[in-house]
């Protein structure tokens, strides 16, 4: 029973400073920098004005930026939750969000961010009031 409870308060102990590592990560960082743990357990610090996308996978997400992609174990809505103070970041479709300081190109169907093609969903084009043509952003 006495090494039940050590391993018992061990595993609470680590998790405790796994939260408190992370809590720092994200105090000491810039407002426009933010920290994930990805699948490995090792955390991720990703620059928010180098996100093109995030993609969901299961109660996986994927992050996509200009130079690395990565998963991160936490589902879409508690990403969409984290992302809403960032005016840039909206959610087109039941599997992605994106950055629309990124995007080259939108019609009713589809955004075009680099040479990824993310749908848009009926429901939430009402939503975002997109165009019936396509539109091309310089």
Same mark, same amino acid.
């Given at each position: ?10 595993? &609470?102990?680590? $998790?405790?400073? $796994? +939260? ?13 920098? !933010? @920290?994930?743990?990805?699948? #490995?357990?090792?955390?991720? /610090?990703?620059?928010?004005? $180098? ?5 969901? #996978?299961?109660? &996986?997400? +994927? ?5 690395? !992609?990565?998963?991160?174990? @936490?589902?879409?809505?508690? %990403? +969409?939750?984290?992302? #809403?103070?960032?005016? /840039? ?10 950055? %629309? /300081?990124? @995007? ?5 169907? *589809?955004?075009?961010?680099? $040479? *990824? ?11 975002? /009031?997109?165009?019936?043509? !396509?539109?091309?952003?310089?």
């Amino acid at each position: 029973i006495y090494i039940f409870f050590k391993i018992r308060v061990f595993t &609470y102990n680590s $998790d405790v400073v $796994d +939260e408190l590592r992370t809590s720092l990560i994200r105090k000491i960082s810039r407002d426009k920098k !933010k @920290v994930f743990k990805d699948r #490995a357990g090792n955390y991720v /610090n990703f620059n928010m004005n $180098d996100l093109l996308f995030i993609k969901a #996978a299961e109660n &996986y997400v +994927e992050l996509n930026s200009v130079q690395k !992609k990565k998963m991160v174990g @936490v589902t879409m809505k508690s %990403m +969409e939750t984290q992302l #809403a103070r960032y005016s /840039n970041f909206i959610r087109v479709h039941h599997s992605y969000i994106v950055n %629309m /300081n990124h @995007v080259r190109e939108f019609s009713l169907n *589809h955004i075009l961010i680099n $040479d *990824h093609s993310i749908p848009v969903s009926r429901r939430r084009r009402n939503m975002l /009031n997109l165009p019936q043509k !396509k539109i091309t952003i310089n």
